[in-house]
T-cell receptor, first 112, second 117 residues
């Protein structure tokens, strides 16, 4: 069974630009969550999508948004990039309930 | 609210020895899951082991075992026969079942494990 895939793996953007990251879950996984990891803040929850609906959102500004498609693939978008948005963005997928959650390899975003 | 505490920022272990990474948690959820992940320098978060709060037996996965003590709210990871490839950051995490806790994993700050010859 293929694992979680994330594209692109690396991105360099300039302040003020916007970026879209993609996550393809393991087959059969309908939940996709996004996390931001930085050295200062650690791992922080951004949002979760399940069956194309956002179920929960972390404490991030509205510049961070996401969506999920009918095939469970998910995208997250960050508009008006700031230097502080430089981070590793990880997506994690699972079926439902209290089950194992698997992460993708991450997208490393650098904002200059 | 949920909280995970990992008190060991860094650990050293000799190859082939066993090592225990500590994790304590706090939650008001009656049912929850506890997870351990390994993050090598490449950045990928690798799932190691899962323990449900109502599981009667401690979880094991190959060289990994989870020492779950519910009354003490601890979920320590034991790695047996350490290998050089085990050198990485290790995160303890949990997720509950209630609104607000079901969607997200709450992570600890991690323990950096270094395996030496």
């Amino acid at each position: 069974k293929a694992g979680v895939t994330q594209t692109p793996r690396y991105l360099i953007k300039t302040r003020g630009q916007q970026v879209t990251l993609s996550c393809s879950p393991i087959s059969g996984h309908r939940s996709v969550s996004w996390y931001q990891q930085t050295p200062g803040q650690g791992l922080q929850f951004l949002f979760e999508y399940f069956s194309e609906t956002q179920r929960n959102k972390g404490n991030f500004p509205g510049r961070f948004s996401g969506r999920q498609f009918s095939n469970s693939r998910s995208e997250m978008n960050v508009s008006t990039l700031e230097l502080g948005d430089s981070a590793l963005y990880l997506c994690a997928t699972r079926t439902s309930g209290l089950t194992e959650q698997y992460f993708g390899p991450g997208t490393r975003l650098t904002v200059t | 609210a949920q909280k995970i505490t990992q008190t060991q920022p860094g650990m050293f272990v000799q190859e082939k020895e066993a090592v225990t990474l500590d994790c304590t948690y706090d939650t008001s959820d009656q049912s929850y899951g506890l997870f351990w992940y390994k993050q090598p320098s490449s950045g990928e978060m690798i799932f190691l082991i899962y323990q449900g709060s109502y599981d009667e037996q401690n979880a094991t996965e190959g060289r990994y075992s989870l020492n779950f003590q519910k009354a003490r709210k601890s979920a320590n990871l034991v790695i047996s026969a350490s290998q050089l490839g085990d050198s990485a950051m290790y995160f303890c995490a949990m997720r509950g079942i209630n609104t607000g806790t079901a969607s997200k994993l709450t992570f600890g700050t991690g323990t950096r494990l270094q395996v030496t010859l």
